[in-house]
């Protein structure tokens, strides 16, 4: 992975944490001095994040994550329903069905989100019940719609760390228990029904709330320390 890909990355994971909040500025040489690189190199991560819509640039603002407003975040859940639900019908259309090990792996997933959700890391929740998608998308054998769907995930993210209560992350877990359930009972028909419920509940669980706590700082959301320490391999 090249560093540009890898600052590029350290954003998303951190937006998917809720480390960085929405119009939270991206300095570039506060980046290019974390990472010990160039400013071109950060210019260049935050290019490839603007052509996927992640970050914007103002040139007063310079760059920064974008404010979804619920206009946005509906158009948002209803492209991640079409991707969604759409890889759920593939798998059916195919009379394929989730093998063991794709299946052991979301179960290990369920896993790390329950203990999340009883815990009291938010960033470690936000993460993984963001990252279930991502995870499902790839076990259903799209990484390319896997990609895609990170991309919708953390703008959705930055979108509901405005309004999400912890009992809303308790129902997105229990939805993403029920979704699994049916695909180890090989009934994508209730799968798909279940996922497009989950995604479709979505104004159900935020509320409008005061603004959070402003950012602590750059650094510490993008130093890697107290991130989500999540294994890709088994997550």
């Avoid at 695909?183 to 996922?195: G, Q, S, V």
Wanted: charged share 25%; net charge negative.
């Amino acid at each position: 992975m090249s560093l540009a890909a890898s600052i590029s990355s350290r954003i998303i994971e951190a937006a998917l944490s809720r480390k960085l909040e929405p119009n939270a500025r991206l300095g570039e040489q506060d980046i290019a001095s974390l990472f010990g690189c160039s400013r071109t190199i950060v210019r260049e991560a935050m290019v490839e994040l603007a052509v996927r819509g992640i970050v914007v640039v103002s040139p007063r603002k310079g760059w920064f994550l974008p404010e979804v407003d619920v206009a946005k975040a509906r158009e948002l859940y209803e492209a991640r329903e079409v991707i969604e639900t759409g890889l759920l019908r593939n798998l059916a259309r195919h009379g394929r069905v989730l093998e063991a090990e794709p299946l052991d792996r979301l179960r290990e997933h369920l896993s790390q989100q329950k203990e999340a959700i009883e815990g009291d890391d938010v960033s470690r929740r936000s993460y993984l019940l963001g990252d279930f998608h991502v995870c499902l998308a790839e076990c259903l054998g799209s990484s390319i719609l896997a990609e895609k769907l990170r991309d919708l995930t953390v703008l959705t993210t930055l979108f509901t760390m405005r309004h999400q209560t912890p009992g809303d992350a308790r129902m997105s877990y229990a939805e993403h228990v029920a979704v699994i359930d049916a695909l180890a009972n090989n009934d994508i028909a209730t799968a798909e029904r279940l996922m497009c419920e989950h995604l479709g509940t979505w104004e159900t669980k935020v509320h409008l709330i005061d603004q959070i706590a402003p950012l602590e700082g750059l650094r510490r959301a993008l130093s890697g320390q107290g991130g989500p320490h999540v294994d890709r391999a088994k997550s």
